[in-house]
């Protein structure tokens, strides 16, 4: 018996030895572990030995199973190595990763929060408005009457209702201090919309950034101050800025600032990127009458205001010369802000 398991041992451990894939591997396993396997069959002669045998045999056939398994196991780790260095046969290893391209802020989105973020340390909060407004709001609570050129059905996209899509942010300073005290100093980021002649510095929808500072002693000068500081820190301490009377309906003085854009490939030139002015008394008036209070009379506050065009900034910021650039979504363009 004892030479019988020796013989089975060594057939097995050549069979493993030969096997060159998992399926001979399992092959040759079942051939001797198996249920009919060789060496469970002469397990199986035990019963018939005697008293005295019966251990020795016993300790054969375990050490034998063992080596058996033991050997079957690093056969099967080798196939696996093997097969995972198959998998790999002809890839070099060692050349950098494919890189992923990385996606990253709309330079309208940029310049939108590099302004907010400029605007809320100088204590500015954010605001916000409908975008589909009532002429109230957009026009009479901002002291624009009936025949201002705004309001004409070809400046200004009307639905059915009445309503109509804002042409300003200003819309939300109205709404701010109807519901507000004073002081009250906001900035109400956002679209807006006109019928307007597409061209290189004009679109149909576009971003404005609307401010509105109003307490006890507003002046000119805190308006020319705060704007000043903010345009340089948005595009540095040597930028040109000029400030040119105009006029607003709801602001009194009113200018419109111009900054130099320097677009690449054109002689700099002067842009308008925003409009601003003392409130007119007759809008923190008309406010009274709405809220029924005189918390806003224009005998006890003073304030002024501001709207830009985000997307006009974004052209300054970075010298680009026509604004539809901004909406084509073309990638070549927009990787440049990555
Ligand atoms: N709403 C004006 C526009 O869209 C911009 C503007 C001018 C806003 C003067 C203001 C302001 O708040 O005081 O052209």
Known sequence: MKQEI????????????????EKSLDDARVAFLGKKGRL???????????KEDKPVVGQLLNVARQAITSAIETKQTALADEADKKSVQGIDLTLPARSLPVGALHPITQVKDSAIQTLRRMGFALAEGPEIEDEFHCFDALNTPEDHPARNEKDTFYFDSGKLLRTHTSSVQIRTMEKA???????????????????????????????????????LGDLKGTLEFFLRSMFGDDTEVRFRPHFFPFTEPSFEIDIKLHAKGQEPKWIEIAG????????????CETRGD???SPDKVTGFAFGMGIDRLAMIKWGIKDIRLLIENDVRFLKQFA
Request: proline share 5%; with cysteine.
């Open 276 to 287: 601003c002015g003392m409130v007119d008394p007759a809008v923190f008036e008309s406010l």
């Open 6 to 21: 020796e013989t089975i041992q060594t057939d097995a451990l050549a069979a493993i030895d030969a096997a060159g894939d």
């Open 294 to 296: 005189d918390v806003f």
């Open 40 to 50: 469970t069959v002469a397990s199986a002669g035990m019963k018939d030995l005697s």
């Open 181 to 219: 005290t004073p002081p009250v100093r906001i900035i109400a980021p956002g679209s807006a919309y006109r019928r307007d002649e597409i061209d290189a510095t004009h679109l149909s929808v576009f971003n404005q950034l609307e401010g509105l500072y109003v307490d006890t002693d507003v002046k």
